[in-house]
């Protein structure tokens, strides 16, 4: 899945700084995945075409296997998407 739009907790610092916590997605059997992110490894600013957006590396346990994925946030529509999955 590339670029799956999915549901995110995060918080937002005092420094305005967004740390995601949890997602939630449909997997491919069509049932809620629910997924606690346990490391936020690391956080880049994107600009494309003109859209500012925040990339987040993350570290969580799926299903008893551990997994990176990227999150992204979209500044603009306040909306986030798994980017990727990184392994």
């Known amino acids: 899945m590339k670029n799956c739009p ?3 907790i995060s918080v937002c610092n ?3 700084t967004i740390q995601p916590l949890r997602l939630r997605m449909e997997d491919e059997a069509h049932q809620l ?3 606690d ?3 936020v490894i690391s956080m880049k600013k994107i600009q494309y075409v003109g859209i500012e957006a925040q990339v987040f590396l993350c570290r969580a346990t799926v299903r008893g296997k551990e997994s990176l994925f990227e999150l992204k946030y979209t500044i603009r529509t306040h909306s986030w998407c798994l980017a990727r ?3």
């Open 14 to 16: 005092a420094d305005g």
């Open 6 to 8: 999915v549901d995110v």
């Open 33 to 35: 995945l629910r997924i």
């Open 85 to 87: 999955k990184v392994y």
């Open 37 to 39: 992110i346990d490391e």
